[in-house]
């Protein structure tokens, strides 16, 4: 006789009369699985909708089964816990099955738990941002805008000749982001063009790296004072360099002439950013003094003051506009402003960051930009709505040097860990980690303009080919730190300014 064995989920017995489901291919006997059918109309082992008619019976032979026994007898007893057997087994199985149903309820009530804390987290970041752009607003509301002021003259003001002092928040225009997505649509299509060509006057690696030191000055800042803090060169004639020193002046130079074009005396402390206008006459400075300048070169005069900060300035940078300046602040804050009338359109901060911003940069598109912080963290703004759209970890210690490159994909990063890392805009991920030498301190970070090298300045000078991240390139001719470099047109020279107050230049 076939000992037909009973699905051991169940009960684990030879069947006296057992059946087939065709559902799960599984022996059953039929008695229980007529119970549990009529309780749950399913087949047990996979939930399946399953009904009598459809069991099939398997013929065996039995032995003749004796007369039912009465009531009283040792059978009918046997019978009786028989089944209570068979009902507590079935008990046991559906208890079973309902275990394992409450586990996969509980852990999708922890999944959806999870993402409402997300959610929760997101809109809280949307309120602050919010309520940011909202008190923004406020000011335009209330009060009249101050007449535009041309920045070729100078404003009214005091007795000393200083000009007025704007820190009234105007808010960000349609007008004005109408203004910047212009900008950028039409720089995106340019790069578009461009497309991933090398120019064809760009100095090839192989002559970069043959580059050595054709001039040096270390007359254009004070001795008393010593050191460059920050450079930059004019975008439209590479000639002339911009500096900004220790000793609170700004300094512009001709490269060519070899002699100092204008000095420029307003900042009460140090200058810590410069920049020049890539078509105006015009320069700007930053200092720890909280103020932004914004000088005439051939007027030798400061034309115009931002206070947009309430503590140190720690990073500038001009829009692809021309027409307005990016500022980062120690106050937590980064600021947006109009060079032309010296108006703040508006001011943030993470408030749930709570840390200082120690440089500012902006993407070659212009609708965002970045930041740097004093506990190591790298945040990507969206200019237009004012918000903080991605961050970037990894570095240790203060950031302290940030570089978009042309191409728009790549942003280049340096702090106090000794190492610079770059980043990828398009899956917001560091995919290169430049580990430089132990207590190597980087201070300035540059692409050429067709994104082809970078430029690492801090305890020397190196640089990198993109891509392959080779370094083609490294000088020590600086006694003291490098805190400003900036490439000429094409990598035709490389320029470099220091802590030991000179202004270097490298060529063929």
């Known amino acids: 006789m076939y000992r037909l064995m009973l699905p051991h989920s169940v009960s684990n017995e030879v069947p006296e009369h057992p059946c087939v489901s065709p559902v799960s291919n599984q022996v059953f006997e039929r008695r229980l699985i007529e119970k549990y059918i009529a309780e749950n109309g399913v087949d047990p082992m996979n939930s399946q909708p399953l009904s009598e008619e459809q069991l099939i019976d398997i013929k065996v032979s039995h032995p003749i089964r004796p007369k039912a026994p009465s009531s009283t007898s040792i059978p009918a007893i046997l019978k009786a816990?028989?089944?209570?057997?068979?009902?507590?087994?079935?008990?046991?199985?559906?208890?079973?099955?309902?275990?394992q149903t409450t586990r996969q309820e509980l852990s999708h009530a922890l999944y959806q738990h999870d993402a409402a804390c997300r959610v929760i987290a997101r809109l809280t970041k949307e309120v602050t941002a919010a309520r940011e752009a909202l008190a923004t607003l406020k000011p335009q509301a209330g009060l009249v805008a101050?007449?535009?002021?041309?920045?070729?003259?100078?404003?009214?003001?005091?007795?000393?000749?200083?000009?007025?002092?704007?820190?009234?928040?105007?808010?960000?225009?349609?007008?004005?982001?109408?203004?910047l997505q212009d900008k950028a649509t039409v720089l995106t299509t340019e790069r578009k063009k461009r497309g991933k060509t090398v120019p064809e006057e760009l100095v090839r690696a192989e002559d970069l790296s043959k580059y050595r030191q054709v001039a040096s000055h270390a007359g254009l800042h004070s001795a008393s004072v010593p050191g460059i803090l920050c450079m930059d060169l004019c975008p439209s004639d590479t000639n002339k360099v911009l500096t900004g020193g220790a000793d609170k002046n700004v300094v512009v130079f001709d490269k060519k002439e070899e002699q100092i074009i204008a000095t420029l005396k307003g900042h009460t402390k140090k200058v810590t950013s410069v920049i020049y206008h890539p078509s105006q006459s015009v320069v700007f400075s930053a200092s720890p003094d909280s103020t932004i300048?914004?000088?005439?070169?051939?007027?030798?005069?400061?034309i115009q003051v931002v206070r947009a900060h309430e503590?140190?300035?720690?990073?500038?940078?001009?829009?692809?506009?021309?027409?307005?300046?990016?500022?980062?602040?120690?106050?937590?804050?980064?600021a947006f402003s109009d060079i032309q009338t010296g108006q703040v359109l508006t001011k943030v901060t993470d408030e749930a960051a709570g840390v200082a911003l120690t440089c500012a940069q902006f993407h070659p598109d212009g609708l965002i930009f970045g930041t740097g912080t004093a506990d190591s963290q790298i945040k990507i703004w969206d200019l237009k709505e004012r918000t903080n759209v991605a961050n970037f970890p990894g570095h240790s210690g203060p950031v302290t040097s940030i570089a978009f490159s042309e191409n728009g994909y790549y942003l280049a990063t340096g702090a106090q860990d000794s190492s610079v890392k770059l980043w990828d805009l398009r899956k917001l991920k560091n995919f290169k980690t430049i580990a430089l030498d132990n207590n190597y301190e980087v201070k300035s970070l540059v692409f050429d303009q067709s994104g082809t090298y970078l430029a690492v300045g801090g305890s020397d000078i190196r640089v990198y080919i993109c891509k392959q991240w080779s370094e083609v390139l490294?000088?020590?001719?600086?006694?003291?730190?490098?805190?400003?470099?900036?490439?000429g047109d094409n990598a035709q020279f490389l320029s470099s300014a220091g802590m030991d107050r000179s202004l270097k230049f490298y060529s063929l």
Request: charged residues 15%.
């Open 81 to 99: 816990l028989q089944d209570e057997w068979d009902a507590v087994m079935l008990h046991s199985f559906t208890l079973r099955q309902q275990l």
């Open 146 to 179: 101050p007449q535009s002021m041309p920045a070729s003259q100078p404003a009214a003001g005091g007795a000393g000749g200083e000009p007025m002092e704007v820190s009234v928040q105007v808010g960000m225009t349609p007008e004005i982001i109408q203004k």
């Open 311 to 334: 503590a140190s300035v720690t990073g500038l940078s001009l829009h692809a506009t021309g027409d307005y300046l990016l500022s980062s602040s120690e106050d937590q804050y980064w």
């Open 293 to 302: 300048r914004v000088w005439s070169v051939t007027g030798g005069n400061c």
């Open 474 to 487: 490294n000088f020590s001719d600086h006694s003291g730190l490098v805190t400003g470099l900036a490439f």
